[in-house]
């Protein structure tokens, strides 16, 4: 394991981590708002023996520092290049949940040739019409009550079926708990209203949790009409299929990734 600080030229620094071997392919992660990179250690663990994993905490989550005022996906963007750059990463499958996903789009858009494979989980390219009240009033009642009353509302949602108390939802309260304030504030103002349709060419695999509301939908909509693209639902599984079901989820990445961006010669 390899932690990095990758400083960025607006002064901020974000914190990042690299799994596996040198030289193996890389599989980067990126982060959902009110999380951090821990919510792939299930990924990390089944990848790392065979791929280089690169996770980093997005702005302003986890122990990366987060900017004063509003954000957009063009700097989410730019700040996935840079900790690409830091790691020595010059071409990558990427991975993005939930605002991880126009994150990477954004990143795609500006550096097509460095994207060889891309994994959208419970995200999409453009915002739902009317999102903007909503995370205008999560924004509020953080700075208002906390991050710990975004806690108790955002985890039993995003984990349908699991209960209050059990270890995967403990995990999640304090995972959203410790997101700083700042941090989610600047991040609703990039979710309210943004579109980032991009033509993709690099293989493409959607995955959404069965039981995350329209999602799945919105995925198969959004991402099944581009050539050759695979769409995975993972059942049981809410907005984070990859923390709350991992294994239904790594056995969908890990069938995508042999086929579209194998480890050796013989997988090709």
């Given amino acids: 394991m390899t932690a ?5 030229p ?3 620094t974000l914190h990042a981590r690299i799994d596996g071997p040198e030289g193996a392919p890389c599989v980067v992660f990126a982060n959902s708002v009110l999380t951090d ?7 990390a663990d089944a990848l790392s023996d065979r791929y280089r994993v690169l996770r980093y905490d997005q702005r302003g989550h986890g122990a990366s520092e987060a900017s004063a005022g509003a954000m957009d996906f063009a700097r989410y963007g730019a700040d996935l290049l840079a900790v690409m750059d830091a790691a020595g990463v010059d071409r990558c499958a990427v991975a993005g949940l939930s605002m991880g996903c126009p994150t990477a789009l954004a990143a795609l858009a500006a550096a097509p040739d460095r994207f060889a494979a891309f994994i959208a989980v419970d ?3 453009r915002s739902a019409p009317g999102r903007a009240a909503f995370w205008t009033e999560r924004r509020e009642t953080a700075l208002s009550d906390g991050m710990e009353a975004i806690a108790a509302s955002t985890a039993p949602r995003w984990l349908p079926g699991e209960a209050e108390d059990n270890a995967l939802s403990a995990r999640l309260r304090a995972m959203i708990a410790g997101t700083s304030v700042e941090g989610f504030a600047a991040a609703t103002y990039a979710l309210s209203d943004y579109d980032q349709t991009t033509a993709i060419t690099c293989p493409v695999l959607g995955i959404a949790g069965a039981e995350d509301g329209a999602m799945p939908d919105a995925v198969s909509k959004q ?3 581009i050539p050759g ?4 639902i993972i ?3 809410g907005h984070l299929p990859n923390f709350q079901k991992p294994e239904a989820f790594n056995d969908a990445l890990l069938a995508f990734l042999d086929q579209n961006y194998p480890t ?3 997988q090709a």
């Fill in 4 to 8: 990095l600080s990758v400083p960025l």
């Fill in 10 to 12: 607006d002064g901020i």
């Fill in 37 to 43: 990179m821990s919510i792939w250690d299930a990924q």
């Fill in 123 to 125: 995200g999409v390219m």
């Fill in 223 to 225: 991402f099944g009409g």
């Fill in 229 to 232: 693209a695979r769409i995975a």
């Fill in 235 to 237: 059942p049981g599984a």
């Fill in 264 to 266: 050796t010669k013989e």
